[in-house]
């Protein structure tokens, strides 16, 4: 019988976090109900050493993992995208290997998709370390405008298109916005499902407070924020 659920787990580096995510994905779901896809994307550290011993501790971990697949450090859209070839569900999660999934995530995102079969995703609140991030009712004109969904969401495997590898950034905002112009629409659960650890993030998943971006000189980060977020407006012809 085919799980309801694929969970598709791009990792580099990040073996330390790894048992953490696993486990609570396991707290909300029944074997069968749920299948995770591990993609390597070429890390360095001791990932299958945390890996082994993760899954001969953890026998619920073990019962759901299906696939573990190693790759060169390709980026993590690639990384998701190499998952999802091998995803068997009806509806897909990625989940970053630093997440901590609440044990109604996967419940309630499905039921919200299931109770709304006019939507393609189902996306939530979550933590950002200490940070609420809060997100918002599903808004097409919003959307164009700015990303308020996270990576982290359910969807419709037959509704998703791939991530665009080419992005650097963004690349949760580009696949929406790529998908609201095939007419695939949203669905927002407003309670917060899982948070993220900070740590050692880099990349898209930092943060930083709003003042900064107003400020009348510009950090380093901040510009190539508004560089990456250029080439996806540029791409959707948003202004």
């Not at 995102?109 to 599903?138: I, N, T």
């Not at 998703?160 to 609201?180: A, C, N, V």
């Not at 993030?201 to 190539?224: A, C, H, M, N």
Request: hydrophobic share 40%; glycine share 6%.
């Amino acid at each position: 019988m085919k799980p309801t659920i694929s969970v598709i787990i791009p990792v580099y580096n990040h073996a330390h976090t790894l048992g953490n995510c696993l486990n609570t994905i396991a707290w909300g779901v029944y074997s069968g109900e749920v299948e995770i896809i591990i993609v390597n994307d070429g890390s360095t550290d001791n990932f299958h050493d945390e890996l082994n011993r993760i899954l001969n501790k953890y026998p619920a971990v073990k019962n759901l993992v299906k696939k573990v697949i190693d790759q060169p450090n390709l980026g993590a859209a690639a990384a998701r995208n190499r998952g999802f070839k091998e995803a068997t569900g009806e509806y897909v999660i990625f989940v970053d290997a630093d997440t901590f999934c609440y044990p109604n995530m996967l419940p309630e995102m499905l039921e919200k998709l299931k109770s709304h079969p006019e939507v393609s995703y189902a996306y939530s609140q979550f933590r950002f370390g200490w940070k609420k991030m809060k997100s918002r009712q599903f808004s097409t004109e919003a959307l164009r405008k700015n990303n308020y969904i996270d990576t982290t969401s359910l969807i419709r495997t037959k509704d998703f298109p791939g991530f665009d590898e080419s992005l650097k950034r963004f690349q949760d905002w580009d696949l929406w916005l790529t998908m609201l112009k095939h007419g695939k629409a949203g669905i927002f659960v407003s309670k917060i499902l899982y948070k993220k650890v900070v740590g050692l993030r880099r990349g898209i998943s930092s943060w930083l407070p709003s003042f900064v971006y107003r400020l009348p000189w510009k950090i380093k980060k901040v510009k190539e924020y508004e560089a990456a977020k250029a080439i996806v407006m540029k791409k959707h012809h948003l202004k």
